[in-house]
């Protein structure tokens, strides 16, 4: 998630100057003095930014750890009054995945709350779709993550820095690519730091560094990049801002215009009053900084206090039973099905966090009792998918995941997970790993559970569905939501790959439950073959 201008810092100055000690203050006062003074910098009431921004997401790939997805591209405009601490974006998206359509909406921050108008993604809470137009308040944990970048990619959070000594650190040098750059650790706020870099050359900022958690890939660096820098009204912006996960660049801004102390109308600032009452503060606690930006950029993110389900207008995470021995776990963005075997469960995908599967394994602990999750089937190897993996293998499960696909997954399990908040470290190394090939069995003697490969669908390489035969119900994930709207009147290449899989397995299905959507039956689906 990147916001074209910095807004909040100034009300976030503490008032009064003092002197850092040791290197980390001579780091700070050159970079100061190269980016325009402290006094420049401290006139600035208001700012007027525009620019455009492209966006790539890792985990949305079509192969598994293959090349990133185009997600979006974007332009932005940008108004801020810095004394009241108080921006608004307004943004044009035109996305490209998961499908080519375009989003336009505003953006409001102050340090107290967020308010977002318009439609700004696909997962709409109940308050955007009941408002008319449509509008909502940010959660807290997108509140929290936009200030951050907000702080992040602000031209004066050197003078911040300047102003708040204290809460500067020296740290060793930091080597990025071969560079090795000078640096200060920077804490604003108790769940905010900052790794500074600079350029030894123009003693500017070069790189500012978080440390945060990805559901699949573990503990990662994120990086903005700064370079281009120009003189606007004798104060030095970076005109190219790039973001790098773990070195790969997933973000690209353009400023094309900053303007220092700008004027416009006050109106475009204001939130009104129906959405201040009841909003959200900015998230004091853990906050999954990567969810809530990333899948911004391919614009799905449910805006919600807990990044499973609309905490207004949702119950939560609950069971339902779709037969004998069979739970179809709804209630959230994203479902799971758990089938019960003689002495054991079978769970089909991991979404989200390990959060949301701390919740299905204590949900089906007591549904089934004495009954260890022995094995967990990914669909596909997606973030929103696959993220609660860790807590699944947690448990002792076998891994089932679609032909191809096993390399990526000893990759991510051999990545470390220190920041997870929901699971403690552990190695990972000795999971059992079982690939699809076309089509595998789990059996018991009793029941049976199938897996079978979608091998030519256009969402994601690897991709397989599930069958439990002694309900005639299939399990399937994005390629078809059922029960979440209407068929189209033919098939599309999605669709049409899994009535192909359905029709060369000769499966007696009847249902299918999806991994969004609910059920729904499968013969008006496979009438469409042909037409």
Request: aromatic content about 8%.
């Amino acid at each position: 998630m990147k916001r074209g201008a910095w807004l909040f810092v100034i009300a976030m100055l503490v008032a009064g100057c003092a002197t850092m000690q040791g290197g980390g203050s001579d780091l700070v006062n050159r970079a100061l003095t190269a980016a325009g003074g402290a006094d420049a910098l401290a006139g600035v009431k208001t700012l007027y930014v525009q620019g455009t921004s492209k966006f790539w997401e890792p985990e949305q790939s079509a192969v598994a750890s293959g090349e990133m997805r185009f997600a979006n591209e974007a332009s932005f405009e940008t108004v801020a009054d810095l004394a009241a601490g108080i921006s608004a974006t307004d943004w044009s998206k035109r996305f490209q995945y998961p499908a080519p359509r375009q989003f336009t909406f505003t953006e409001v921050v102050t340090p107290e709350l967020g308010y977002v108008s318009g439609i700004d993604s696909n997962g709409r809470t109940k308050q955007s779709q009941d408002a008319k137009p449509p509008a909502h308040n940010m959660s807290g944990l997108r509140l929290a993550a936009t200030q951050r970048e907000l702080r992040r990619t602000s031209p004066l959070l050197l003078l911040e820095m300047y102003k708040n000594p204290g809460k500067v650190t020296s740290v060793a040098d930091v080597t990025v690519g071969g560079t090795s750059y000078p640096a200060v650790q920077y804490q604003p706020v108790a769940n905010q730091s900052f790794l500074v870099m600079f350029d030894r050359t123009t003693s500017l900022p070069a790189r500012i560094r978080t440390l945060d958690y990805d559901n699949i890939q573990g503990d990662v660096s994120y990086d903005l990049v700064l370079s281009d820098w120009k003189a606007f009204d004798k104060i030095q912006v970076a005109t190219t801002q790039k973001y790098e996960l773990n070195g790969r660049t997933v973000v690209e801004t353009k400023l094309r215009q900053v303007g220092m102390n700008a004027s416009f109308a006050d109106d475009r600032l204001t939130i009104p009053d129906a959405f201040r009452s009841g909003a959200s503060r900015p998230a004091t606690g853990y906050v999954p900084y990567q969810w809530v930006i990333r899948r911004q950029f391919i614009g799905t993110y449910l805006d919600s206090d807990v990044p499973s389900f609309d905490t207004r207008g949702s119950r939560g995470l609950r069971l339902v039973q779709l037969a004998p021995g069979v739970q179809h776990v709804t209630g959230g963005s994203h479902h799971s099905l758990i089938v019960e075997m003689k002495d054991h469960l079978v769970v089909f995908d991991a979404p989200v966090s390990d959060w949301h599967s701390t919740w299905v394994i204590g949900a089906a602990q007591v549904k089934y009792t004495g009954k260890p999750i022995k094995y967990l089937v990914l669909t596909h190897h997606h973030m929103d998918h696959a993220g609660g993996l860790r807590g699944y293998l947690a448990q002792g499960a076998t891994l089932v995941v679609g032909t191809g696909t096993a390399e990526h997954y000893k990759r991510v399990l051999a990545a470390p997970f220190t920041r997870n908040p929901d699971l403690p470290s552990r190695d990972f190394s000795k999971t059992a790993i079982v690939e699809v090939a076309d089509k595998h069995v789990l059996g018991d003697g009793q029941r049976e559970v199938h897996v079978y490969e979608v091998a030519a669908n256009p969402h994601a390489a690897g991709l397989v569905i599930g069958y439990v035969p002694h309900a005639k119900l299939g399990f399937v994930t994005d390629i078809w939501s059922p029960g979440a709207g209407p068929l189209p009147d033919k098939l599309n290449p999605a669709l049409a790959s899994l009535v192909a899989t359905v029709k060369k397995h000769g499966i007696a299905v009847e249902k299918f439950a999806g991994g969004h959507g609910s059920t729904a039956d499968y013969a008006p689906l496979a009438a469409l073959e042909g037409k």
